[in-house]
């Protein structure tokens, strides 16, 4: 045995380069789709865990497991224009529009109402604030919602 054989081997240094190169373009491949993924979900899911919904808002123990329900139900106003017993109790967050007459982000057609007027904030003139609302119904006035506050 020659003392040299004790020594590591460094004959994977004299590799060819291109062997090194299918692990590194596989690597870059995975990352890619990660970073691709979907991750509105798994951020509306740590919001809930650590009550983030409504980080920038004092009301943010209140609102925040409704918040998530409403940004996972999108429910659209003619959704709940044409079925609002079936969405009756269920929560949105709409951009509306409320100075004097409430009516969903510049669109005088699809009107609002209020059970609880008096809380509503009101906006400044063609614009539109987010809302957090419960409906409660849907009728010749629009659609009927209770104001909970801002998300």
Request: charged fraction near 20%.
């Amino acid at each position: 045995m020659s003392p040299s054989s004790n020594l590591p081997s460094w004959s994977h240094f004299s590799k060819p380069q291109h062997v090194g190169t299918r692990s590194f373009v596989l690597g870059m491949l995975v990352g890619i789709l990660i970073a691709l993924l979907p991750w509105e979900p798994v951020f509306l899911w740590l919001a809930g865990r650590f009550d983030l919904a409504c980080f920038r808002h004092e009301e943010r123990k209140v609102c925040s497991p409704q918040v998530m329900l409403a940004y996972r139900l999108k429910l659209s106003y003619e959704e709940v224009a044409a079925n609002p017993h079936k969405y009756a109790g269920k929560p949105v967050v709409w951009c509306v529009d409320h100075s004097g007459v409430s009516y969903l982000e510049g669109r005088p057609s699809q009107t609002l109402s209020w059970s609880n007027e008096q809380a509503v904030p009101h906006t400044s003139d063609r614009h539109c604030e987010k809302m957090l609302a419960v409906v409660e119904e849907s009728g010749s006035e629009g659609v009927l919602l209770r104001y909970i506050g801002t998300p």
